[in-house]
């Protein structure tokens, strides 16, 4: 019990569960069946969006084209399937190779030039919206096949559950098996940790990069297929939103953002409480602009707590090793 | 050896200065309109603008940071000034030094946190991009300032030399005189440098690295206050999306013109007026493109293509000047 | 909807019989504020412009994003390109003015489309939709099918749109002339994108579904993603007035999940607003006394048609918006131009 309590996410849980009473006993109507379903459906998308972030901050980097290349899958998704007639699964499987290409070419640029991936990834962010509002013109993609406009309505039988969050959560499992449980991922972590130090026990400094922008570009683009099975088209204008978010959630998880610390459980926890804060707004009828201040503000603190934390480690650290 | 270093640096701008005529010619002869009056004017008052918001930028670069919410103060400083001018009535000239007041205010607040905190100014300004912005809306609730003093206004749409250049470009033009002579001659200037370049060291031979860093940012506020100036005039209007949402559409123009003017991301180098020969060919790609009827969609693509280019040709760049000492 | 286009352009050939021959070096560029599927009908009207009154061009020109200074910046680079008349919806109700008055004085005439600038301005017209008056005979039709009485909420569109602080003022005085009977619960507003649509509205309808008895939208995507939200509830007990044509609304409309929607005319906008510009550079002017509308933006106002269309007309909406264009069409050269 006590090792619980220890865990990162312990507390979040309790903000999440806490919160969740708190604006349930202000209004029950919060935990109705499709309320519950409408916050599921937003965390399904944005979940993974902070997986995306997620990974690449584990490396001590930053992705800021998560959001084009969701765009981009987005619109390739839905026009192949418009336009070309192209079957579900296969424009599926076209926009997930997109969005690994997109990532690869991140890593690629990043590891092979030492060039810092804020600047990479903010190039590429036009690159990708630019090549997205040139084939669209910035018209949408209206004509979505029924079976995938179904997907995004459908729930799991009589209950609140939508069918869209079922990937997601199957995704956040592989996540977590995947950053704590294989190779690859204790690499991106000592990687993130500290770039020497990983190399010098024989990390490759480029498989880890590229493979991580890779899986990160991999889920932007999953995100960017979800959000069209639930708009029911396919518009350029995807992926505009997701910067901010994108950062909240992990940084709430108690990522830090010098690299090597991140949770998985801790970041979907965060997209909850994302989620429930952006839901809370509209149901209280708070101003509207309020948003932006709040997510503001939750980064700012989220980001110092974390760097006390660290501080306390570094503390600690220092006396033990000094003893 | 020593001679090879110097010959490098001077070309980055003067690399920049020849594509920029290159350019010119190319654009003149191959379209109609470019030349024009018209559009000369046009791309006088842009160039202005881009040439301040880049500057903003490159102040915080400088100390090896960045400055995201450089918009968002731009904007606030803006929104501040016009309520000063047509809601409290205060003159022109108070307004504005109100206004590079706010600017200034704001990016302390930006250097303050990051220095305080150690947390690297990115994820401080990505914060505080939202707050400011968020606060700005809130307050104004996104109503704009539409009735503006005429002589402010006018001074956006007023022409010089024949009709060809905006007394915005003099203004901007002019900064960059004012802040070259500052990096180049002045103490404060070559400490501001030396705290980027290397701030162990700075430390040691006893500049307050924290204090020389808060004032970068404080620049960068002042400088993007100086740029929402500029822009006001020009719309006529303080509007709350004059820099897009949360301020973000400065954040190209204020990476491009930096970078490809030569001064370094890892901070410590700056180039002045490699950065104002960085907006003017940036300006003047993204004109010609639009006369050559490329399709207003793909302007962002070659932009991006831009600055890829710009930080590896840098990359290289940096890369063979390293060589050179080393072998030499 | 290609088909229908189709029709009303023929039919406009057929009227106009070729009186409206124009002249071949006015090239025309119609320019929204942003991307938007409003807009999308402004391309066909152009082209359209162009086959019946003999334009050089007329050609649709959109800004990549929904910002005044990209908008600023391509309609300079359009007339450095050598179009010489510029039909704008305005990025800013002020703010656009100032390029127009320097459109002006490099001979250029301009018109305000679907949006207004305000006075005092160097535009020629404004040639739209009274959105006021739309947003409140769409509401008054929303009360009506509410029977008198209830809790409203309003989805409307962007903040920077100049028309959007006209219909959400609009929205509260029908709703002030029910005396009480009718409430506005809530106003969410600056979404008319798909996204943060989605998530405000179904966040919306999830917590105060049980309290609300009518919706009015007057922006095109919250007007789609509201009626998709009732469709997908299957809810009739909500009544609903949309906004536009898109054919999710119109589709609701048919099921039963919408009540109607206040069509505007786009179409209209860009064929005789492209058909004025070409007439003012072949020497004519605006009449001073013409039967100008005034709105709360300017008294040069001329208006392109409004019309609530429900389930019973809803199939020959085409007709109906038609129609009004070609009357303006008709009349436009007598009622306002001295030539």
């Given at each position: 019990m006590a090792t619980l309590f220890k865990k990162d996410w312990f507390g979040l849980l309790i903000v999440v569960i806490v919160s969740g009473l708190a604006i349930a006993a202000v209004k029950p109507a919060f935990l109705s069946h499709f309320n519950l379903y409408v916050l599921m459906v937003s965390t399904s998308y944005m979940l993974i969006i902070a997986l995306a972030q997620m990974i690449i901050i584990a490396i001590g980097q930053m992705n800021l084209s998560v959001g084009a290349i969701g765009g981009l899958v987005?619109?390739?998704?839905?026009g192949l399937m418009e336009v070309h007639q192209i079957s579900v699964p296969v424009a599926v499987l076209i926009g997930l190779v997109i969005g690994m290409m997109c990532g690869f070419l991140n890593g690629y640029i990043t590891a092979k030039s030492g060039i810092s991936a804020f600047i990479i990834t903010l190039a590429t962010l036009y690159i990708f919206k630019g090549i997205n509002l040139g084939i669209t013109e910035a018209e949408p993609f209206y004509n979505i096949p029924e079976t995938v406009k179904n997907f995004g309505n459908a729930?799991?039988?009589?209950?609140?559950?939508?069918?869209?969050?079922?990937?997601?959560?199957?995704?956040?499992?592989?996540?977590?098996?995947?950053?704590?449980?294989?190779?690859?991922?204790?690499?991106?972590?000592?990687?993130?940790?500290?770039?020497?130090?990983?190399?010098?026990?024989?990390?490759?400094?480029?498989?880890?990069?590229?493979?991580?922008?890779?899986?990160?570009?991999?889920?932007?683009?999953?995100?960017?297929?979800?959000?069209?099975c639930r708009l029911q088209l396919g518009t350029p204008n995807i992926g505009d939103s997701w910067l901010l978010p994108s950062f909240a959630a992990p940084v709430i998880g108690g990522a830090i953002l010098a690299g090597g610390k991140v949770d998985v459980i801790a970041t979907a926890l965060g997209v909850l409480i994302v989620v429930i804060i952006s839901q809370a707004l509209v149901i209280f009828k708070i101003d509207p602009f309020f948003v932006q201040i709040f997510l503001g503000v939750m980064i700012l603190l989220a980001v110092l707590v974390n760097r006390y934390r660290e501080y306390k480690q570094e503390a600690l650290r220092k006396i033990f090793n000094s003893e | 050896m020593n001679k090879?270093?110097?010959?490098?640096?001077?070309?980055?701008?003067?690399?920049?200065?020849?594509?920029?005529?290159?350019?010119?010619?190319?654009?003149?002869?191959?379209?109609?309109?470019?030349?024009?009056?018209?559009?000369?004017?046009?791309?006088?008052?842009?160039?202005?603008?881009?040439?301040?918001?880049g500057l903003a930028m490159m102040v915080v670069i400088l100390t090896g940071g960045l400055n995201l919410a450089l918009g968002a103060i731009g904007v606030c400083a803006a929104m501040f000034g016009g309520w000063c001018m047509e809601v409290l009535?205060?003159?022109?000239?108070?307004?504005?030094?109100?206004?590079?007041?706010?600017?200034?205010?704001?990016?302390?607040?930006?250097?303050?946190?990051?220095?305080?905190?150690?947390?690297?100014?990115?994820?401080?300004?990505?914060?505080?991009m939202s707050i400011y912005f968020g606060f700005m809306t809130m307050l104004t609730e996104a109503e704009a300032f539409r009735r503006l003093p005429e002589l402010?206004?006018?001074?956006?749409?007023?022409?010089?030399?024949?009709?060809?250049?905006?007394?915005?470009?003099?203004?901007?033009?002019?900064?960059?005189?004012?802040?070259?002579?500052?990096?180049?001659?002045?103490?404060?200037?070559?400490?501001?440098?030396?705290?980027?370049?290397?701030?162990?060291?700075?430390?040691?031979?006893?500049?307050?690295?924290?204090?020389?860093?808060i004032y970068c940012h404080i620049l960068s506020g002042f400088l993007g206050a100086l740029a929402a100036i500029l822009l006001t005039t020009r719309i006529g209007a303080a509007i709350p999306s004059m820099a897009g949402q949360l301020g973000m559409d400065w954040l190209l123009p204020a990476f491009l013109a930096p970078v490809i003017g030569g001064t370094l991301l890892s901070g410590g180098k700056l180039s002045v007026f490699g950065t104002m020969l960085g907006a003017v060919l940036v300006t003047l790609l993204t004109n010609g493109l639009y006369l050559l009827d490329v399709g207003e969609f793909w302007i962002r693509f070659f932009l991006g293509i831009i600055l890829l280019l710009a930080v590896l040709l840098d990359r290289t760049r940096e890369y063979f000047t390293l060589k050179n000492v080393i072998v030499s | 909807m290609k088909l229908l286009f189709s029709i009303v352009t023929s039919a406009a050939v057929v009227l106009s019989g070729g009186a409206f021959a124009g002249s071949s070096d006015t090239k025309v560029a119609l320019v929204p504020g942003g991307p938007h599927p409003y807009f999308a009908a402004w391309e066909k009207a152009g082209q359209d412009a162009?086959?019946?009154?003999?334009?050089?061009?007329?050609?649709?020109?959109?800004?990549?994003?929904?910002?005044?200074?990209?908008?600023?910046?391509?309609?300079?680079?359009?007339?450095?390109?050598?179009?010489?008349?510029?039909?704008?919806?305005?990025?800013?109700?002020?703010?656009?003015?100032?390029?127009l008055g320097?459109?002006?004085?490099?001979?250029?005439?301009?018109?305000?489309?679907?949006?207004?600038?305000?006075?005092?301005?160097?535009?020629?017209?404004?040639?739209?939709?009274?959105?006021?008056?739309?947003?409140?005979?769409?509401?008054?039709?929303?009360?009506?099918?509410?029977?008198?009485?209830?809790?409203?909420?309003?989805?409307?569109?962007?903040?920077?749109?100049?028309?959007?602080?006209?219909?959400?003022?609009?929205?509260?005085?029908?709703?002030?002339?029910?005396?009480?009977?009718?409430?506005?619960?809530?106003?969410?507003?600056?979404?008319?994108?798909?996204?943060?649509?989605?998530?405000?509205?179904?966040?919306?309808?999830?917590a105060q579904g049980g309290e609300v008895d009518g919706i009015v939208t007057t922006a095109w995507v919250p007007a789609v993603v509201a009626a998709q939200a009732l469709t997908n509830m299957g809810d009739k007990r909500i009544k609903m007035v949309g906004i536009d044509h898109d054919e999710v609304v119109l589709a609701a409309i048919k099921?039963?999940?919408?009540?109607?929607?206040?069509?505007?005319?786009?179409?209209?906008?860009?064929?005789?607003?492209?058909?004025?510009?070409?007439?003012?550079?072949?020497?004519?002017?605006?009449?001073?006394?013409?039967p100008w509308k005034s709105t709360a933006q300017t008294d040069q106002f001329i208006d392109s048609g409004t019309v609530f269309v429900d389930i019973t007309d809803v199939d020959n909406y085409v007709d109906a918006m038609r129609g009004i264009s070609l009357e303006i069409l008709k009349t436009f050269e007598g009622d306002f131009l001295d030539c």
């Open positions: 987005a619109i390739s998704f839905s729930k799991l039988g009589n209950t609140p559950i939508p069918f869209l969050i079922v990937i997601p959560i199957i995704i956040t499992f592989l996540m977590w098996v995947f950053m704590n449980r294989t190779e690859t991922g204790r690499h991106m972590l000592a990687y993130g940790n500290s770039v020497q130090s990983a190399e010098l026990i024989g990390i490759s400094s480029s498989k880890v990069v590229i493979t991580a922008h890779v899986i990160s570009g991999f889920l932007a683009a999953t995100a960017g297929i979800l959000v069209v | 090879k270093i110097p010959n490098f640096i001077f070309t980055n701008q003067f690399g920049l200065l020849c594509l920029v005529l290159i350019f010119i010619v190319i654009f003149s002869t191959v379209t109609d309109g470019f030349t024009s009056r018209f559009n000369i004017f046009a791309l006088s008052r842009v160039i202005a603008i881009d040439i301040m918001i009535e205060i003159p022109i000239i108070p307004s504005i030094f109100l206004m590079l007041g706010m600017g200034s205010f704001l990016g302390w607040i930006n250097g303050f946190i990051t220095v305080k905190t150690g947390v690297h100014s990115f994820i401080v300004t990505l914060a505080t402010f206004t006018d001074f956006g749409s007023a022409k010089l030399f024949n009709k060809y250049i905006s007394p915005l470009l003099l203004v901007s033009v002019a900064t960059c005189f004012v802040l070259f002579y500052v990096f180049r001659f002045t103490d404060i200037g070559r400490k501001l440098i030396a705290a980027g370049a290397n701030p162990e060291a700075a430390e040691l031979s006893g500049i307050s690295v924290n204090t020389m860093f | 162009v086959k019946d009154f003999g334009l050089g061009k007329a050609d649709y020109k959109v800004p990549a994003e929904w910002d005044l200074s990209q908008q600023n910046e391509l309609i300079e680079s359009l007339v450095g390109k050598g179009y010489n008349a510029v039909l704008v919806f305005p990025g800013d109700a002020v703010g656009t003015n100032k390029i320097e459109l002006d004085d490099a001979g250029i005439p301009t018109a305000a489309l679907a949006g207004c600038v305000e006075q005092p301005t160097k535009a020629k017209m404004c040639f739209g939709t009274d959105t006021g008056h739309s947003a409140y005979l769409g509401t008054k039709q929303l009360i009506d099918a509410m029977g008198g009485k209830g809790k409203i909420a309003h989805f409307t569109g962007f903040l920077v749109d100049p028309n959007t602080t006209l219909r959400i003022k609009a929205v509260e005085k029908a709703v002030e002339e029910s005396g009480g009977d009718v409430e506005i619960i809530q106003v969410i507003a600056d979404i008319d994108a798909y996204e943060p649509a989605d998530e405000k509205i179904n966040a919306f309808m999830a099921a039963g999940f919408v009540h109607g929607t206040m069509l505007q005319n786009p179409y209209g906008q860009g064929y005789i607003g492209s058909y004025a510009m070409d007439k003012i550079r072949g020497g004519c002017t605006f009449k001073a006394d013409a």
